[in-house]
């Protein structure tokens, strides 16, 4: 099954200088179940490439399907359904709520979808992170690997089909890191969904069933022997 199918999505921003081309004419499809890391040098267009995929930004000209829909034709409302029903997205950034305790942050979106159940799985979701002790602490009480592990049990407690993250390790040391990757890929495999990654870390893009260059705005896949280099 295709998750994602994107033809010909090309990304322009005005500037005070002239029209800015993010990216161009980039192609891609992803299929059920792959995790795909998407690299390339600053500000060559990788996280724009993922908001488009995940319907938080629009493309310019192309077409761009998610589980056979047309995120191209849908309006807003139409979008924020389709997310809260089939993607979790987890940022470099944590936008935890900080009024919030980490039980009321993962349960949130389920009670936004009507779950009746949201607060028995978002406890499942913090323990399997090993996070059940830390249930009734506020995001100011959390380090921050922990607060990315509340957020990627806020990203996975709807059991989405679809996992998206933007350098989920960007803001965390090293070792942190090491332990929110390893909690990424078990999540994504726990529930069989479809992974794709932006990160900066070859090493990191390395664990990926795939590997996505993007560069002058144009995405190209990276040979596996190649992937250490990406």
Known sequence: MTVFSLQDVHLSLGA??????????????????????IVGPSGSGKSSLLMIMGGLERATSGSVKALGQDLTAM?????????????????????????????????????????????????????????????????????????????????????PKILLADEPTGNLDSA?????VEALFDLQKRHGATLVMVTHAPALAAMCDRVIRIEDGRARETPE??????
């Open 75 to 159: 309006g807003e409302d139409a979008l924020a359904r389709f997310r809260r029903d089939n993607m979790g997205v987890v940022f470099q950034s944590f936008h935890l709520i900080p009024t919030m305790t980490a039980i009321e942050n993962v349960a949130a979106p389920l009670e936004l979808a009507g779950a009746r159940d949201a607060f028995d799985r978002a406890l499942e979701e913090l323990k399997a992170l090993g996070l059940g002790h830390r249930a009734d602490h506020y995001p100011a009480q959390l380090s921050g690997g922990e607060q990315q592990r509340v957020a990627l049990a806020r990203a996975a407690a709807p059991r």
């Open 176 to 180: 942190t890191g090491a332990v929110i």
């Open 225 to 230: 022997a190649a992937r250490a280099a990406a």
């Open 16 to 37: 005070k200088a002239g029209k800015v081309d993010i990216l161009r004419g980039v192609g891609l499809e992803v299929s059920a179940g792959q995790s795909v890391g």
